[in-house]
């Protein structure tokens, strides 16, 4: 029986990364089969409920304000306007939502309250409820587990050197004093990253480490493969190759083996094939509705053919931990903060995000 270990080395995961496939594929099987039902996939739905005008510099992300990108930017959506589409998730089978809002940093104030009966209606519905809303304190985190939050979602995106190169505005070490605020809670945390942005396999190993020395580890660890938007600094990256994506979802199981592993950004790129080697090296999760936050993702119901075929079932919620309660706005025992926390901004230059948002539309 394989045990949890949280003091991986990169060597390590280099070596497991670079295993023969047929080798990587039946470790990473095996394991995932101790720790999981190799038939059951959760399905969760994205909802960008604030979109776009960000003030960050992530080179990878459309919704940069700095940019010059095609998407149409949105004011916080209303809650009746997410109940709607949380409904309509449930009913095409998704047990989660996830709610994704172009920010730095969670702010205290109406927007928030907002966000917080967001999540108090979608837990009435007996959903899993996700939100990644930017950097937050240990007060917010607490005020939206109160809500009835099931996860939040943070990604580190790559590897502390690389991220250096992909992103200026703020820093790795936020990103983990994030998630150590979540961690005081009772909300699960959903952090991985993204590969294909030019980073090496190093990279994709170091951000497993850091991945896999949580303690515990992660609940969930999105992987997903660049979207290369046009406008953003890394437009020109050439599409994830399937085969880094199966080494990478492989590799990622290994390491952690209890958390669910989720095939996320840059599926309408993969096969069927492809998708399900990832499934069998271990991927028991994936996004569905014909858009992620931006930009686009397949078919729902070409998602629900593909799971009949693979002898797919999606996941039911609250299979892993206990559906959280929701205590109403009026009973709250925490009051905002109105912090002014100093996330760091470390402010150095990165030559590609520079010309991106100099250039003309
Ligand atoms: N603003 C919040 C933040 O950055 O934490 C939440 C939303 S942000 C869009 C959530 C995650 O989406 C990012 O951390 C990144 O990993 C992923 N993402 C954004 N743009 C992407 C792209 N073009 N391709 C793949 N993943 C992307
Ligand atoms: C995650 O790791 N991937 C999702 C979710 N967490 C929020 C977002 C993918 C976004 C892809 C680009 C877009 O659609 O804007
Ligand atoms: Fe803003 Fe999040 Fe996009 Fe970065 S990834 S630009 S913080 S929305």
């Known amino acids: ?37 190799p038939n059951v996939v959760q399905v969760s739905t994205l909802l960008s409920i604030k979109t776009g ?43 989660r939502v996830c709610m994704g809002a172009a920010w730095r940093n969670v702010k205290d104030g ?9 999540v108090r209606t979608i837990n009435k519905l007996d959903m899993e409820v996700c939100c990644t809303l930017g950097m937050i304190t240990e007060n917010q985190a607490k005020r939206l587990a109160e809500a009835g939050l099931y996860a939040y979602n943070h990604n580190l995106d790559s590897s502390e050197e690389y991220y250096k190169e992909v992103i200026s505005t703020r820093g790795y070490e936020d990103r983990l004093e994030t998630i150590e605020n979540v961690r005081k809670t009772n909300v699960t945390v959903c952090s991985g990253g993204i590969i294909g942005m030019g980073e090496q396999i190093e990279d994709r190993a170091g951000m497993l480490v850091a991945l896999a020395s949580l303690n515990p580890q992660p609940e969930s660890v999105p ?13 020109n990256e050439k599409p994830v190759e399937i085969w880094d994506m199966i080494r990478m979802v492989a590799t990622t199981r290994i390491v952690m083996p209890e958390t669910q592993v989720r095939l996320s950004a840059g599926r309408t790129q993969m096969s069927r094939e492809g998708q399900a080697m990832c499934f069998f090296a271990g991927a028991n999760s994936i996004f569905a509705g014909d858009k992620l936050l931006t930009t686009p993702n397949p078919d729902v119901n070409e998602d629900m053919k593909m799971f009949e075929l693979l002898g797919l079932e999606p996941q039911k919620p609250f299979i892993k931990k206990m559906q959280p309660e929701t205590v109403e706005a009026e009973n709250s025992q925490y009051q905002p903060l109105g912090e002014k926390p100093k996330w760091t901004r470390p402010g150095h230059v990165i030559e590609r995000n520079l010309e991106a948002s100099q250039k003309g539309k």
């Not at 109406?110 to 967001?118: A, G, H, K, N």
């Not at 992987?223 to 437009?235: D, F, R, S």
Request: net charge negative; with cysteine.
């Open 110 to 118: 109406p927007e928030f309250d907002q966000v917080l009966e967001m």
């Open 1 to 37: 029986m394989n045990t949890i270990r949280y003091n991986w080395t990169k060597e390590e995961i280099i070596q497991l990364y670079n295993k023969p496939l047929m080798d990587l594929l039946f470790e990473a099987a095996s394991v995932h089969r101790q720790f999981h039902n």
């Open 53 to 95: 005008g960000c003030p960050e510099d992530c080179g990878y992300c459309p919704q940069a304000a700095r940019y010059h990108t095609n998407i149409e930017g949105n004011d916080l959506m209303t809650v009746s306007q997410v109940k709607a589409q949380a409904l309509r998730a449930k009913a095409s089978g998704s047990s």
């Open 223 to 235: 992987i997903n493969a660049l979207v290369a938007v046009e406008g953003t600094p890394l437009e």
